[in-house]
């Protein structure tokens, strides 16, 4: 009875959020779109992942995560809210279409989201009283984006599993997830549920604890090992860039004053150093865009890695990879894209458990962007 309630509730969201998110602006297949699992590109199939005892199988299993995943469970809405994966990816996919810029946007959601007092939301508060102090204000964050698609799930939500209280963070989780995973059509690694929403959130710990453009290995690696996030997932993460955009004043220094004499940086292959340029002349413009993939950011592909060997790496924090040996020969073999994907969902799972709140802890907001008890 129980799962026919389900399937009755699903086909009621298909309908329903067809009218939410649209089919227009199917995507084509662009280079190295991976069609895993049989979905031939038909959007009819965006529904058929997720839920649960669903294929997340084949490429993109991040087998042998046993461990406990800071409390987090894969089943944690299975009777409250039976269809969330579905009416998540539906929403999301529906987005991605439209934008393809939005699977950057939300996985970098996540990512600062966690590496901030953990996976709690904690980014998506707005201030009170124009104050201008929460994470959300902080430099590293003024260019994040996708706010409103965690609002629409969330409100979507509200809808179709009534007094159900899925946390803000499990939806910012989910929505990454599902945004990086539009282009293979199918789940890419597991998200672990059951995190509860953050109460505090400040500007200045996101300075903190957010790496900056310009570090070099050492400090990349200090700040994921609080997290403990080892070397191998530093490096596999920071494959994150193999999508999405900087803007020219994080690389202007690299590319007009390295050392204060008007050079550039020698760690960037010169021709690169020339394209740069180009994109980004003097004086800067900061609102100007440069890919961090090098004609390739819109793809999720192992071509930041390949960049990253021709030191073609945009951010010094990228070429700072080169510079560590280990960290060196696992960019070497990430070049290798079943290699690089296998070790992205399992880092994923792993910074998506960072701090995690659980049980009595921390709240389910109400309104993603305000802590319930300003919510009045
Ligand atoms: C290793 C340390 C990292 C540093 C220093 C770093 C730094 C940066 C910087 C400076 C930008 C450009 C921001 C802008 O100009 O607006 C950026 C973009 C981005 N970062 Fe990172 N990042 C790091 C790790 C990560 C990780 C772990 C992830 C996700 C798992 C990630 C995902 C992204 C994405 C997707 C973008 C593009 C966003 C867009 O196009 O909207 N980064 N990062």
Redesign the pocket.
């Given at each position: 009875m129980k799962y026919l309630r389900a399937s009755v509730t699903i086909f009621v969201l298909l309908v329903s959020l067809l009218a939410v998110v649209g089919e227009e602006d199917k995507p084509k297949k662009s280079k190295g779109d991976f069609n895993h699992g049989g979905h031939g590109g038909d959007h009819g199939g965006d529904f058929n992942n997720g839920g649960h005892g669903g294929d997340h199988g084949g490429d993109f299993n991040n087998g042998g995560h046993g461990g406990d995943h800071g409390g987090l469970q894969s089943d944690f809405y299975r009777d409250s809210c039976p269809a969330l994966e579905n009416i998540v990816q539906s929403i999301v996919w529906g987005r991605v279409r439209k934008d393809p810029?939005m699977?950057?946007?939300l996985?970098?959601l996540?990512?600062h989201d966690c590496f901030v007092r953990g996976c709690d939301a904690s980014i998506l508060i707005d201030p009170v009283n124009g104050d201008n102090t929460t994470e959300k204000n902080a430099i590293?964050n003024r260019?994040?984006?996708g706010y409103d698609v965690i609002d629409l799930i969330k409100t979507v939500l509200g809808q179709f599993c009534p007094g159900t209280d899925v946390s803000c963070a499990d939806i910012v989780a989910l929505a990454a997830r599902d945004a990086v995973s539009f282009q293979f059509r199918k789940p890419m690694w597991d998200v672990f549920m059951g995190r509860r929403d953050g109460t505090v959130s400040n500007a200045t710990e996101a300075l903190r604890d957010?790496?900056?453009?310009g570090?070099n290995y050492a400090t990349?690696r200090n700040?994921?090992a609080r997290f403990n996030l080892d070397e191998t997932d530093?490096v596999a993460?920071?494959g994150?860039?193999t999508?999405?955009?900087?803007?020219c004043p994080?690389v202007f220094r690299r590319l007009y004053n390295f050392s204060g004499k008007n050079d550039t940086d020698p760690a960037l292959n010169p021709d690169y150093a020339n394209k740069l340029k180009e994109i980004c002349p003097p004086p800067v413009n900061p609102a100007t865009?440069v890919e961090?993939d090098f004609e390739s950011?819109r793809n999720f592909d192992s071509n930041y890695f390949s960049g990253l060997t021709l030191n073609r790496g945009t951010?010094t924090?990228d070429a700072a990879l080169l510079t560590d040996p280990e960290a060196k020969s696992l960019v070497e073999s990430y070049q290798d894209f079943d290699t690089f994907k296998k070790a992205f969902a399992i880092s994923?799972v792993k910074?998506g458990s960072i701090g995690v709140l659980t049980g009595n802890q921390g709240e389910i907001r109400k309104n993603c962007r305000v802590i319930n008890q300003n919510n009045v």
């Open positions: 810029t699977p950057a946007k996985l970098r996540h990512y590293p260019t994040i984006g957010l790496p900056s453009a570090s990349l700040l994921f530093l993460l920071s994150a860039h999508i999405g955009v900087t803007h994080l865009r961090l950011s951010l924090s994923m910074m």
